[in-house]
């Protein structure tokens, strides 16, 4: 009678094994498929890189972006600065706009030294063209495919008062070129060709889109900054925006 007990509690355990055998496999490669999802995920510092590796694709081959609400199209804009800063000055100017040089010979140095060269900041220059300078423009775009933006950029500038009513005709351009050692004969087709008409264009109704009333006018992270101010107000936003990143 014992045996016959025995043999049938061993055929119960039997059964009830093969019930929960199906079971237990799939349990274990939930686990299974669960360890090795945890151990593939990355982790929250790798995540934070790979954001950050994205992010300096976008400076380093930008394209439009949006920075606290605000559109903005860096794509073949010229930059100066820190690539990888976590703040960005975006300056829409006027090569016309006598405001526009008054900055640029007054404060855009004082920036450059204490937040571009200390690699703080990026600061991008774009077009917004409110009182004529849009030749000025082209011509400066058709240097930055030369590698000298920059150099034409400080020219056109130092210039504004003599030039700016002849920046529509070729040979003031080919004056520039040749005093910057710009092959002068790629800068003039590539200005009488028109080739950044549209850049300059779209450029500045992106400028009035984004609360642009007149030139200069800046965002700094996202936050509107309004004409040449002194060098101390934009000192106080730049360190703001920084403090916060």
């Known amino acids: 009678m014992e045996e016959k007990n025995n043999s049938l509690i061993t055929s119960k355990q039997a059964k009830?094994?093969?019930?929960?055998?199906p079971g237990s496999i799939i349990i274990a490669a939930i686990l299974i498929v669960g360890a090795i999802f945890i151990s593939q995920r990355p982790s929250f510092s790798q995540y934070?890189?790979?954001?950050s590796d994205a992010a300096k694709e976008k400076v380093s081959q930008p394209e439009e972006i949006t920075v606290k609400g605000v559109?903005?199209?860096f794509e073949g804009f010229p930059t100066m600065g820190n690539p990888e800063a976590k703040v960005v000055m975006v300056e829409?100017?006027?090569?016309?706009?006598?405001f526009c040089s008054r900055f640029w010979q007054e404060t855009l140095s004082l920036i450059k030294k204490d937040y571009v060269d200390t690699g703080k900041i990026l600061f991008v220059y774009k077009d917004f063209i409110v009182?004529?300078?849009?030749?000025?423009?082209?011509a400066a775009h058709c240097a930055q495919e030369q590698g000298k933006f920059w150099e034409y950029h400080d020219k056109l500038f130092s210039r504004t008062a003599e030039d700016r009513s002849r920046w529509a005709d070729s040979e003031v351009h080919r004056g520039y070129a040749k005093e910057l050692g710009l092959?002068?004969?790629?800068?003039i087709k590539c200005f009488e060709e028109r080739?950044?008409?549209?850049?300059?264009?779209?450029?500045t109704q992106e400028a009035t889109?984004?609360?642009?009333?007149?030139t200069p006018f800046f965002l700094i992270d996202g936050e509107p900054v309004f004409g040449a101010q002194p060098y101390s107000n934009f000192q106080k936003v730049l360190d703001a925006a920084l403090q916060k990143n």
Request: negative net charge; proline residues 2%.
């Open 16 to 21: 009830s094994n093969n019930y929960l055998m």
């Open 48 to 51: 934070k890189s790979a954001q």
């Open 71 to 73: 559109n903005i199209d």
């Open 92 to 98: 829409y100017s006027d090569f016309a706009c006598p």
């Open 131 to 138: 009182v004529g300078g849009d030749m000025g423009a082209q």
């Open 183 to 187: 092959n002068e004969e790629l800068l």
């Open 195 to 203: 080739r950044y008409q549209e850049k300059v264009t779209l450029s």
């Open 209 to 214: 889109k984004n609360g642009g009333q007149g």
